[in-house]
């Protein structure tokens, strides 16, 4: 199956965005992130968790507890960036639904994606990487669709981040900690991983009860306690990673 591609903006259009909106993605960032060699397994496990589908949906315990959610984090979101009713619910949504399916917690994505572009869809870095969750260009020759414009799409560059992420914590056998160090290229530094942890509880206090993630999530990421496995994990750990 063709890997994801959605509609974007014209490239000029995009660059001239990028180039209003340009952020420094996050004062403790020591380096962008960086390609490691990877197996075929690994490769094509990642290759088909961005590949192109029709979205599911996200889920929720009830109905309930669907616009209870939805109304507490977009209270949260920058009207600046997201000024529009409909526009939040769609971007909550759309985060919620791509960290379900990478085995991640939403809150953990939203306060990922408030360090590292503070929700400017049009976001790029010193380093050059893109979007909502900054994803390096070279990412889309690795695993997708070699069409580095496409990660100003919120969906692809959402999908992208979060495969990304689930592969970092993947190699590190859950560990939480240097997952956030591989994706940011600050590996071993604490500034970075910090800052992501106290945004993800900032995100996670706000959840009406019940909360979808189990209490102490974070605590129990951040002490290397096995992941859910996931097809990237078994391909990775097939690896010898």
């Not at 994803?135 to 692809?156: C, E, H, K, N, Q």
């Not at 560059?157 to 990304?164: E, K």
Request: aromatic share 10%.
């Amino acid at each position: 199956m063709p890997a994801i591609r959605h509609r974007f903006l014209p490239l000029p259009l995009a660059a001239a965005w990028g180039f209003a909106l340009t952020l420094v993605a996050g004062a403790a960032a020591a380096g962008p992130q960086q390609y490691e060699p990877m197996s075929a397994a690994v490769r094509a496990a990642l290759v088909a968790a961005v590949r192109d589908e029709t979205p599911g949906e996200a889920r929720f315990d009830s109905v309930i507890d669907k616009v209870e959610w939805l109304a507490a984090m977009s209270a949260r979101l920058p009207r600046r960036w997201k000024p529009d009713h409909y526009q939040r619910m769609e971007f909550l949504e759309a985060v919620r639904y791509e960290a379900q399916r990478a085995g991640l917690d939403p809150h953990l994505v939203l306060g990922l994606i408030e360090v590292e572009s503070g929700f400017r869809r049009y976001a790029i870095s010193h380093a050059g990487a893109r979007g909502y969750m900054q994803v390096m260009p070279f990412w889309t020759s690795v695993i997708g669709d070699r069409d580095p414009a496409g990660l100003f799409d919120m969906r692809a560059n959402l999908r992208y981040g979060c495969a990304i992420l689930r592969h970092y914590l993947d190699i590190e056998r859950g560990n939480l900690f240097r997952a956030l160090g591989r994706y940011n290229g600050s590996l071993g530094r604490a500034e970075y991983p910090n800052m992501v942890l106290r945004a993800w509880k900032r995100w996670e206090a706000l959840a009406p009860a019940p909360a979808p993630t189990s209490p102490g999530e974070s605590t129990r990421m951040l002490a290397g306690e096995p992941a859910p496995i996931s097809p990237v994990a078994a391909a990775t750990a097939a690896d010898g990673r």
